[in-house]
């Protein structure tokens, strides 16, 4: 069993930069994050391999960075440029190798989320 545990969430304007981290309780194959808006489906934003290769959705890859330090189990997603509709919890997830690294259902732990809002 891996315990992750996010952090960095907060409220910025439009056009600001958050960094979230999520600290891992084991070490994990792959690590990534999602995120839920009100009233919509939980979504990938980014993903991120043992070796540090990434995978990103459209809808971020340019502004969103994500990194991970092994040494330390933890995963990071540093966000520029945000925008109204960046507003979401952000999940962290951890799992173990798989074919479809953006895929909510190929990760087995889940973090408890945290909050972005992003307002104009």
């Known amino acids: 069993q891996v315990q992750l545990t996010e952090s960095g969430g907060g409220s910025v304007q439009v056009g600001g930069s958050l960094r979230l981290s999520c600290v891992a309780s084991?070490?994990?194959?792959?690590m990534a994050w999602f995120r839920q808006a009100p009233g919509k489906e939980r979504e990938a934003v980014a993903s991120?391999?043992?070796?540090?290769?990434?995978s990103y959705a459209a809808s971020v890859s340019g502004r969103f960075t994500i990194s991970r330090d092994n040494a330390k189990n933890t995963l990071y997603l540093q966000m520029i440029s945000l925008q109204a509709e960046d507003t979401a919890i952000y999940y962290c997830a951890a799992g173990s190798w798989t074919w479809e690294p953006l895929a909510a259902k190929r990760y087995e732990y889940w973090g408890q989320g945290t909050q972005v809002t992003v307002s104009s």
């Open positions: 084991g070490s994990t194959y792959y």
């Open positions: 991120c391999r043992r070796d540090g290769l990434p």
